[in-house]
């Protein structure tokens, strides 16, 4: 099993920026991908970001593209997601998804929210 911890959600006003973070403990081995999703009210839940251990590689959303930074630090298994100019409609509750693949993620945090407000 794996277990993620996200924190570091908040108020911000437009334009500014926070950090999350994913604290993954348990089978890590299970962790070589790890993914950033939203989910505003009323509706689905997207994805914004990702990071692949095993080739360095990171995707992302083209709705956070040149703003969003995923990041990990193997040694503290964790994985950060630097946001800046952030706007309102980023506003939502952030998960940390982890898995082998990208294709499937079958662990996740309990979320962290963030406002943005104009």
């Known amino acids: 099993q794996v277990q993620l911890v996200e924190s570091g959600g908040g108020l911000v006003q437009a334009g500014g920026s926070l950090r999350l973070s994913c604290a993954a403990s348990?089978?890590?081995?299970?962790?070589?991908?790890i993914g950033w999703f939203r989910q505003a009210p009323g509706k689905e839940r997207e994805f914004v970001a990702r990071?692949?251990?095993?080739?360095?590689?990171?995707y992302y959303a083209d709705s956070v593209k040149g703003r969003f930074t995923i990041s990990r630090d193997n040694a503290k298994n964790t994985v950060y997601l630097q946001m800046n100019s952030l706007k309102p409609e980023d506003t939502a509750v952030y998960y940390c998804?982890?898995?082998?693949?990208?294709?499937?993620?079958?662990?996740w945090g309990h979320g962290t929210q963030v406002t943005v407000s104009s």
């Open positions: 998804a982890a898995g082998s693949t990208a294709l499937q993620y079958p662990y």
């Open positions: 348990g089978r890590t081995s299970s962790t070589n991908t």
């Open positions: 990071t692949i251990r095993s080739s360095g590689t990171t």
